[in-house]
């Protein structure tokens, strides 16, 4: 996601998407563009960053994957989203956009409901890179940062490695699949959906296909995920809500 007005009480408008969670869904789609990004943590070789301005840049592939700034106005979601909804109706590809669940907003109301599918995260996200504006990096989590410190005695340059805050959204999140021809009838399939993740310190070099979530309205899969990655659903699946 790309770093203009935040949102959602953050310092930065970029929330890094999760390694796991995009790994999950390419081994579904097979993603070759990814026009939101910036240089450290875009997900496919062919990527646009703020500099290239992916909203003017052309996204002639055969599936792009986007998690939008989290910013307000139209180079927030809605402006992502209608760039999308051009792209697949020109190319006739496939959009999958990963998004905070905001049914209330203008961009949900005018663009989500042309989508074939909504799948709800179970739990929240712990997007990359995201800490409250008044917390400093700590060492916790995965994505190491080199911090460049100067000895005195020496002036030598001393690379100290840095972990930057990885912490579960304040939100839910919500994977949104658009294909061609765009959805004009009825309404998007929603499932809920636990990401499925690698076993801590395992690393799978030829993994299986994952199967996209069974269409299941109102039940919910048990989840035999580590810890980290059984949260909350939102509240619109949730038992008797």
């Known amino acids: ?3 203009e007005q935040q949102i959602f009480g953050s310092s930065s408008v970029e929330w890094g998407t999760p390694p796991y969670l ?3 869904l390419d081994r ?3 993603f070759d ?7 450290e943590n875009a997900k496919t070789p062919r990527h646009y960053t703020a500099v290239d301005n992916g909203l003017v840049q052309p996204w002639d592939c055969e599936a792009f994957f986007v998690n939008p700034p989290y910013r307000r106005g139209k180079q927030g979601a809605g402006g992502w989203l209608a760039k999308g909804i051009e792209t697949i109706q020109t190319y006739h590809n496939v959009g999958v956009y990963l998004l905070p669940v905001r049914t209330g907003t203008q961009w949900w109301v005018n663009h989500m409901y042309k989508a074939h599918e909504w799948w709800f995260i179970q739990g929240r996200v712990p997007f990359i890179g995201m800490a409250p504006a008044d917390e400093e990096e700590t ?3 995965d994505d190491l940062l080199a911090e460049l410190d100067v000895d005195p005695p020496s002036q030598e340059i001393v690379a100290k490695p840095k972990k930057r805050k990885i912490m579960p959204a304040p939100f839910d999140s919500v994977v949104a699949i658009f294909r061609y021809p765009l959805l004009v009838e009825g309404h998007p399939l929603v499932k809920p959906w636990i990401v499925p993740l690698e076993a801590p310190g395992e690393v799978n070099e030829n993994p299986a296909p994952i199967a996209p979530p069974a269409a299941q309205p109102g039940v919910l899969p048990a989840s035999t995920a580590p810890r980290v990655g059984r949260f909350l659903p939102p509240r619109s699946l949730r038992p008797g809500s």
Do not use: K, V, Y
């Open 1 to 3: 996601m790309q770093g």
């Open 22 to 24: 995009f790994d999950a």
């Open 28 to 30: 579904i789609f097979h």
């Open 33 to 39: 563009l990814d026009p939101a990004s910036t240089d």
């Open 139 to 141: 060492e916790d989590g």
